[in-house]
């Protein structure tokens, strides 16, 4: 019972970060209908970002609030990660809006590669690190030599999803801005027709989607403390996997998506083999896709004729 509980926690603090990753996924495929695969390398990106800017806060600086620093570091992440994921859509994605439905793809999946490598040559190839700080846990029960504990770093990624998905879900649903995005995911042309800059709200889905894998990013820095240049790949697909298993298009189902594909890793790790956890996800995506195609929140597909 201590190790499903453990597993529990540590299964709700991975989907979380999954989550928040997903949501950007979803939101760019709900308005221009394209797979963004240079996602995960934001994501990746947006850690170095973090690294960097938590570098400079503590030593430079000489800030030694874990609370002050992390506030600094989520602000600069959020602030760089926009402006790089704003140029590419710029760049990469936009001038191939109109054309043939692979190129965006194959645009995106070359952005991907860029990232990557551009990250390799400016960092070096080695895992990066941060020291070790915030460990403090609290001991939630005790038995047969086995304490199930949850840290604070574990609360703080829950406390932040949980807010953000509560703020982008009202923002899409409530505000024109998301009134826009909803208009534009039904009809681009005639959202323009009503008055909708098209051009706008694009990039503005873009660059909320860039602050989202900034906060996954700086989350993900401080709970495990390393990040690499080949870290923007793996948790990308598993994101953008609990998008589509949640319901490509809903925000609700990014986060769902993300906690299941979480649990299912840890507890498969913990009661079989961890060389086929990501087997057991992906095996879960494809019994809930033949049960359910458009996912577990997702709304069926309707045909505009």
Not at 252 to 271: C, R
Not at 281 to 302: E, H, K, N, Y
Request: contains cysteine; hydrophobic residues 55%.
């Amino acid at each position: 019972m201590e190790v499903f509980t453990q597993q529990l926690i540590n299964g709700i603090t991975l989907g979380s970060i999954y989550g928040l990753i997903a949501i950007g996924y979803t939101m760019v495929f709900g308005i221009i209908g394209m797979v963004n695969f240079a996602h995960g390398d934001v994501f990746m990106v947006s850690a170095f970002i973090a690294l960097v800017t938590l570098l400079l806060v503590t030593t430079w600086l000489g800030i030694g609030s874990f609370v002050i620093a992390l506030l600094i570091v989520l602000i600069v992440a959020m602030l760089f990660t926009s402006l790089v994921n704003w140029a590419i859509e710029r760049v990469a994605y936009r001038p191939l809006r109109g054309s043939f439905r692979l190129a965006p793809l194959i645009s995106a999946i070359g952005m991907s590669i860029f990232l990557s490598n551009f990250v390799q040559v400016a960092q070096g190839p080695r895992v990066k690190s941060i020291p070790p700080f915030f460990n403090e846990v609290i001991v939630l029960m005790s038995g047969n030599g086995y304490d199930v504990a949850v840290s604070y770093k574990q609360i703080v990624v829950w406390i932040v999803t949980a807010a953000l998905l509560l703020v982008f879900w009202f923002v899409v649903t409530k505000t024109a801005l998301g009134r826009a995005q909803r208009a534009c995911e039904q009809d681009q042309k005639m959202a323009a027709l009503l008055g909708i800059d098209v051009d706008r709200t694009v990039s503005i889905t873009f660059v909320i989607a860039a602050a989202l894998a900034a906060v996954a990013g700086t989350m993900y820095l401080m709970y495990y403390g390393v990040v690499s240049f080949a870290d923007g790949f793996v948790p990308g697909v598993k994101a953008f996997t609990a998008a589509v298993l949640g319901g490509i298009g809903s925000l609700p189902g990014a986060v769902l998506g993300g906690l299941l594909i979480g649990l299912i890793e840890t507890m498969w790790s913990a009661y079989f083999s961890t060389d086929y956890k990501d087997v057991a996800a992906f095996s879960i995506l494809a019994i809930t896709m033949i049960f359910l195609p458009q996912g577990i929140l997702g709304r069926p597909d309707v045909e505009k004729v």
